[in-house]
């Protein structure tokens, strides 16, 4: 058993949990993930490492409420236990002194983005951060990625805080003053992270996003979490979940992430009574 020691709210349905997991925060990088259970009938969910602490032995995951587990995750108090918790799993993220990198994060993005900036400035590059979110209610993390950034650059659609707009608009603007940007990393929706490789592929940078395909047990062996890159079929959870950005067959893995989107809308409203009155477990 897992015991959650810190629960936050960050945003409206975002929510932070620090679990006591003292083997996986040994071993855990930028990069990697966890899958977890809540109890024995749950389903596995994967959910990217937003931090760890290797002293206190704990890995920290923020996580947006959007299906049924994850709002039942997030109903969990502080002091309550997850039954199974799995990692770290998937390939660490490549951090070494690049010269000067840009991390980009969109919505619940921005919190896996925040372990890669932060190892990337202990590397000693010169980092460069675009965070941004539909309004400012949902922006998170700002002061944490202002930390571990030598310039920090917010973006939100409506304008509600920084500049109104798209965090590729940013990027774009970033690329044509700095000249040289060595590499660039993007975490977010898929659709982000699609235009930030094509905001970057006319200036040739390396450009590295992770991948958020479905996926059921975290080890290669499902296949559930596949991704086309250069033509190759690869595992998100094996061979990734990073990946290069101009590589990525975008159109599949759209379409692959809205496979199950009519299943998923059924059990959110099996179990939360919409679909009748029985809220089996």
């Known amino acids: 058993m897992y015991r959650i020691v810190k629960k936050k709210e960050l945003a409206k349905n975002i929510k932070l949990i620090e679990v ?72 660490p993220s490549e951090i070494e002194k690049y010269g000067r990198v840009v991390c980009v994060g969109g919505g619940v993005g921005v919190a896996p983005v925040y372990p890669i900036a932060r190892a990337l400035k202990e590397a000693g ?36 805080y920084g500049r109104k707009g798209f965090v590729t608009e940013l ?18 929706p898929v659709v982000m992270m699609r235009a930030v490789a094509e905001v970057t592929r006319p200036f040739g940078i390396p450009t590295i996003v992770s991948m958020n395909p479905i996926m059921v047990d975290g080890t290669g062996m499902c296949g559930a979490c596949r991704v086309s890159v250069g033509g190759e079929t690869k595992f998100a959870c094996v061979d990734g979940p990073e990946f290069d950005a101009h590589l990525v067959d975008w159109d599949l893995a759209l379409r692959r992430l809205n496979m199950y989107r009519e299943e998923e809308a059924q059990a959110l409203a099996y179990h939360s009574g919409e679909g009748g009155n029985c809220r089996c477990q």
């Open 171 to 188: 990027l774009d603007e970033v690329l044509r003053r700095n000249g040289r940007v060595d590499r660039v990393w993007a975490i977010g």
């Open 125 to 160: 590059n010169e980092v460069i951060s675009i965070i941004g979110a539909r309004n400012r209610e949902l922006l998170i993390l700002e002061e944490e990625m202002r930390a571990v950034s030598d310039e920090l650059l917010v973006a939100t659609d409506d304008g509600s």
């Open 20 to 91: 006591e997991a003292p083997m996986v925060a040994a071993k855990a990088a930028a990069g990697q993930f966890v899958i977890l259970r809540i109890d024995e009938p749950g389903e596995r969910i994967p959910l990217t490492i937003a931090d760890f602490n290797r002293e206190q032995g704990t890995i920290t995951m923020i996580f947006q409420e959007v299906g049924y587990t994850t709002r039942k995750l997030g109903e969990l108090k502080e002091g309550d236990f997850l039954a199974d918790f799995v990692g770290p799993l998937g390939q």
